[in-house]
């Protein structure tokens, strides 16, 4: 209930002043969420940090679902309200529990990852991954962007200074010197950023839809391995295997996963005391790295 006072609070600061009640959403980490039933207007959904990290933080993720609507083609909330203290978006559906709708989010994202292709990685501004800043400053180099921008910026933050010791350190330097080893060379595309299940939803006709950003310029590769690192439901591997055939993976695209998804687990690691088996995942992708003894 706490929850659901504040939001209506910053609901109140910011105008909108009929509502009638708000009920706590689940499934976020980061920040409060809410379903705001309104006297004289449609329920929205609104979203408010109790601290926010950063006054651009609601403005670059409004951004976000802007340029995966209108780059890449994917269905979004509306963006009714996006400020220092606030985001107000309107209401989608859960998504359903079947096969068609997955095979329907494989198309919406090959076409997105095919038809945004850029000539370099990165974003024209920085945004938000939970409450950590990402850092996007463009560079022609993918394995380089992602070494420096998305793996070792981590590295110096207090929980992951605390969670990893100076072996899986070093392994995770040695992993990014030899990206372009491990990783084929393949251009930057718009990518969501943050795309785990929970970010998957639907609109009010069962079309996939999606929330909470984090885009930017970067390997197609990085949503898959969200989506595939993260218990998908049974019925999302119809979207594995047509995802795969839409963009012609090669075989070997599952071994790759747990290399680019290390941005992930370091990003939940240096946020969440509870890192749901992070530093587990980091520790087990950077064995065969670490110095021999």
């Known amino acids: 209930m706490r929850s659901a006072t504040f939001l209506v609070e910053r609901l109140l600061r910011a105008g909108i002043r009929d509502v ?8 976020g980490v980061a920040a409060l969420a809410g379903i705001a039933t309104r006297r004289d207007a449609p329920p929205v959904f609104v979203k408010a940090f109790a601290d926010a990290p950063a006054d651009d933080v609601f403005v670059a993720e409004a ?21 220092r203290e606030l985001l107000v978006l309107s209401v989608l559906r859960p998504r359903p529990h079947s096969e068609t709708f997955w095979e329907q989010f494989a198309h919406a994202l090959a076409h997105m990852h095919l038809s945004t ?32 921008h998305r793996l070792l910026r981590w590295l110096g933050q ?3 200074e605390a969670a990893l010791d ?15 080893d491990l990783l084929p060379d393949r251009p930057a595309c718009l990518t969501h950023g943050d795309l785990w299940a929970q970010n998957i939803l639907a609109t009010p006709d069962g079309q996939p839809a999606l929330i909470d950003p ?48 290390l941005r992930q687990h370091l990003a939940v690691l240096a946020q969440f005391d509870d890192d749901w088996g992070a530093a587990d995942q980091i520790r087990a992708t950077l064995a065969p790295f670490r110095p021999r003894t």
Do not use: K
């Open 166 to 180: 100076s072996a899986d350190r070093a392994a995770l330097e040695r992993l990014c010197r030899r990206l372009p």
């Open 214 to 261: 984090a885009v930017s310029y970067l390997w197609a590769e990085v949503d898959l391995a969200h989506v595939w690192s993260t218990s998908p439901p049974p019925e999302a591997q119809r979207f594995f295997a047509v995802y795969a055939e839409l963009t012609s993976l090669d075989s070997d695209w599952r071994t790759r996963m747990p290399i680019i998804q």
């Open 158 to 160: 207090p929980r992951v």
């Open 20 to 27: 009638v009640t708000v009920e706590p959403a689940t499934g």
């Open 117 to 148: 292709t850029h000539p370099r990685f990165g974003w024209h501004r920085d945004n938000w991954l939970g409450r950590r800043r990402q850092i996007n400053t463009f560079d022609d180099d993918g394995f380089a962007f992602f070494a420096q």
């Open 63 to 83: 951004e976000g679902l802007t340029a995966l609507r209108e780059f890449g083609g994917v269905a979004t909330p509306e963006v009714i309200m996006a400020g």
